[in-house]
């Protein structure tokens, strides 16, 4: 059931993406205008975060299989705790962004960029949620799922990355 979800999730991304990608093609100026108010810096160590959280859950995964449990909780712990270093790191972004007057009604970059990245924000904080509940019971049957979602969240936003903050880059 897991790998339904995550490829209808990483299908609606996917569209996401290509319709950001076509939009550009229309309107090349003003997405690269608006990918210049963007803090690559700020999308560049997020992905870093993601990745290391990504490993972290993979390190849980195989101590639930091999049956520590403290690890798995721990581990887990590590990941979910990077997975809101991620949300705090991108809400700084937005409140940056917002106090600059650029939000949904700021253009097609601006309307694009929010929907995407709060999409894949509200998959963070979904991922984390799911992180701890695994953490409950850290058998292989209660962590997998989660951290097979998880990865999903660090693969779409390897794609996000890239596409949206660097691309539209002139």
């Not at 993406?17 to 309107?27: D, K, P, S, T, V």
């Not at 090349?28 to 810096?41: E, S, T, V």
């Not at 390190?59 to 590590?78: D, F, K, P």
């Amino acid at each position: 059931m897991i790998w339904i979800l995550i490829a209808s999730e990483l299908l609606v991304f996917g569209i996401a993406l290509a319709g950001f990608l076509a939009a550009r093609m229309i309107e090349p100026q003003l997405f690269a205008k608006g990918a210049q108010k963007l803090h690559a810096f700020s999308g560049a160590f997020n992905m870093a975060v993601l990745l290391t959280s990504g490993w972290a859950a993979a390190v849980a995964q195989e101590h639930s299989r091999t049956g520590n449990e403290m690890w798995t909780r721990l581990w887990l712990g590590v990941a979910a705790a990077l997975g809101c270093a991620f949300f705090f790191i991108k809400g700084q972004e937005y409140a940056d962004l917002i106090k600059q007057g650029l939000d949904t009604d700021s253009g097609t970059f601006y309307m694009m960029y929010y929907l995407i990245t709060g999409f894949h924000v509200a998959h963070v904080v979904f991922g984390v949620v799911v992180l701890g509940l695994a953490s409950i019971v850290p058998k292989p049957a209660f962590v997998e799922p989660p951290v097979a979602f998880w990865h999903m969240v660090d693969l779409v936003w390897v794609l996000v990355f890239p596409v949206v903050y660097l691309l539209p880059l002139p």
